[in-house]
């Protein structure tokens, strides 16, 4: 049986899933100094994203240290791990990856990079091998499909690729990690839904001390 | 000991505690045949609100009908009707409100509305009586607070009146019903918020099979 398309990404509770730019992720000290901004992106991003830092799983994934917290919020980053067969991704969080990921970049599988750039396969420790894809969606989709087997695909981002399949109608269910932050600007992830046409059926809904985890299917909408 | 100062709305996935104009809601079978964009609106307003009609204590204050459903999502509408001594809102909430509530008015209790029309109090069946404040939020909420007693006092709506409280500091916590719909466009509850000087800390999360129930406390964040 084929596996299911899915995104699953950290969201503010006004709907952004990433600040006004990535920019201040990698910037050095000297950068933060001379552009304030950068550090108040930096710290929107790290507070949205605060709920997944200590977990175990994703420290060790990321080499970011051993131990780590192991209740629920663990539990979700490592079953979000566990049935991801293939993952594909938008240029620009490659791009920004590539810089910030460990040498073992994060995903263990095949990787499909959406992209105008012809490049060979890029093979990286622990399994991860990025693929370049140059035409289009539904050509990577099929690709992850085949390289996932039995397991889901996940739609990793950022969240333009993820509306791309979303409004495409390829998107199976999705989960979303709602931080207790508000962001009043950003990247807004359902900017330009097609709201018209997806309806959405709640699976799970969990709550932990620091985040509310949220899984819904996507239906189609009958045109009206 | 004074009451708390709070909101609860409904909240779309993405955000949206409104669809594009509120017009849908009065309009005539005739009207919405020459504005299709009319029942569209309307159908979403349903189903962001979808999780509250079927209540028995929602059904009753608004006179819909007897009966209905008893489970934890009337308990939360009781619990918030129960808890409000006094409410405040905009004028263009108080004018849709002003024909679409039944005659005694939902509310049972002094309601403030801002506005920069000068008019009597307006006294209703069942104990609801509006006075048109003139001169300002926090001089509504002043008077709200004296009305509400040990109680406390609801920022009703709509979304710009709750976000000016928001914006000046003056909101203890809130309560968003999150429901499982996309609007992709309408009227952002949390658009223009002052997010550098806000700070949210979880109080309860709680889902039912209808919707979401998130409740946050309300800090300041100091100046960076």
Redesign the interface.
Known sequence: MAGKIFFSVSMS???FSAPESMDGLLATPEQREQDPRLG?WMA?WMELQAWIFPQRHFRENLSLGQGGEEGRDNDIVRDTFERTGASIMGKRMFTLGERAWPKAAPFHTPVFVLTHEQRDPWERAGGTTFHFVNDGIHSALGQAREAAGDRDVRIAGGSETILEYLNAGLVDEFS?A?S??????GT???D?????R?????IR???T?RA?H?T?AVHRRAP?
Chains 1, 2 share one sequence.
């Open positions: 509770l006004d709907g108040y929107q979303i709602l207790p932050v508000l962001f009043g600007a807004r992830l359902f330009g839904v097609d709201a018209s997806i309806a959405l059926a709640p809904s969990e709550s001390s509310t949220l819904y009206s």
